[in-house]
């Protein structure tokens, strides 16, 4: 595990009973990156988060944070993150100062520290104003607020957030994309959502999970808004046929015969995979230019349409 890696986890599996709700999971977040989990309602994504933070021991598997072996050294691993549920873990009858220094002291800030820790939280999150407001008395936006200032309070070097804008207004939603933007620039995020926009806004990479399992893996502009090609072919060549195919960037083979082109920049290979076909018999019978988006490539890999698996 290098030194720009901040989690990496290996092949986390959870079943309850028959029932596998994830599947041989691995994932690995580097130093500055804002990861975005994105799946359908029942994906895995909330149990990946529990397994990821320690709240949920995977059936099978393991999660290093920092080196740490979460399961084997648990406090030591935990030191370098700050979790947010869906739910904000707040105390409704506590001001917003009291739950803060509250907060600190559960993740070992020192108690000459933990005033100052508190102020900045408060400025990090848009908090300063509502100081000495009773936290059941604040409008969802601002309570989801203190959960993301009990998350960064003790300045971990991870943040993990589970589906954070769930149930706010579209102004609030708003604030708080802003915030975990902001946040990105200082700590390494993992946020988790059902919601393609706040995916696009936010995150630097992307990984879709459906049933359990991952099925795609990338820069969040990796194949967004580049041209490629949906092939389908009777008799199917190697990859490689296609590969050295001038224009190709890249290739990946899905099911009966199909394949996704991916073309380098200005480039268009239509007349060299028709004239490649012709001469080694691969019988073509879809050849189609198409500009993917982030909404089709989800809908592609969630829907049962198909099972290409594509990676950074």
Known sequence: MDSETLI???ALTRRYGPNVAVSGLDLTLKKGEVLGLLGPNGAGKSTSMKMLTGNLSPTSGEVLIKGKNLRADAQAAKRHLGYLPEQPPVYPELT?????????????VPRKERSAAVTTAKRDCGLTQVSSRLIGNLSKGYQQRVGLAQAIIHRPDVIILDEPTVGLDPIQIREIRNLIGELGNQHSVILSSHILPEIQAVCDRVMIINKGR?????????HLGKSGLVVVFAHPPQIDALQNLPGVNKVDAGPAGRFLIELADGADARDAV??????GGWGLRELRLETRTLEEIFVELTSGEATLREAA
């Open 96 to 108: 917003v100062d009291e739950y803060l220094s509250y907060c600190a002291g559960l993740h070992g």
């Open 8 to 10: 990496e986890a290996r």
């Open 214 to 222: 991952s099925v795609y893996d990338a820069t969040i502009d990796a």
């Open 274 to 279: 028709v004239e490649a076909s012709v001469h």
